[in-house]
């Protein structure tokens, strides 16, 4: 749509360019008007809007070269790695994995993780590019990001290991205690360890 917009905004442009004589009627203004201002503007939104949906998905997300191996992690056959076991689980949508885990379910949490992807566009054409890692998360992983998925579910809330210790699962929920403390869900992506894993095929 976005392209439509572009096009017939740039046929109008050089038909006003070349009958410069159309603008001297009213008719004329109004269409030099809708043709120089209105069009690039919708034509911008659309595809500006375009663009923010697409830097949604995980295709976008590892499509840099320092993001692969994350991707790569995404396909470890273990089930202890969190990212793995919820992306070949369906747990999440596979087609936004990254945004649906590390977008922060906040009111500006989209517009949040949408100026920090700027970022990173930046450090990839412009920037020092870290390795694979060395990238850290900006804050620490706050556990109201699995809740929004996992509160209320039977299996998160009737798991042996949440009830271990008394009042776990209340201190897990009031976010004192992370979901990620070691001896918890504490193996992620490990990209440091892909060259002696093996792999699911996926479908």
Known sequence: MSILFAAVTILLAILIGWRPDLTRAADGKILA????????????????????????????CVSCHVMEDYGRSLY???RSYVPA????????????????????YTMFGGVKSKWRGLHHVYVQYIGKIPK???????????????????AGA???????????????LETVKANKVSCMSSGCHDIIHEVGDLKDAKFWKGR
Not at 38 to 58: D, F, H, K
Not at 132 to 150: A, G, S, T
Not at 154 to 164: C, L, Q
């Open 33 to 60: 008007f809708i043709a120089l201002f209105i069009l690039p503007c919708v034509s911008m939104w659309s595809g500006g809007n375009y663009q923010l949906e697409r830097a949604t998905s995980t295709q976008f």
């Open 132 to 150: 694979p890692e060395d990238i850290k998360l900006y804050e620490p992983f706050n556990n109201r990001e699995c809740l929004h998925c996992h």
């Open 154 to 168: 039977r299996s998160f809330e009737d798991a042996a290991s949440h009830h271990k210790k008394l009042e776990l």
């Open 85 to 104: 076991a919820h992306f070949q689980n369906n747990r999440i949508p596979r087609d936004q994995a990254c945004y649906t885990c590390h977008t922060d």
């Open 76 to 78: 470890i056959d273990d």
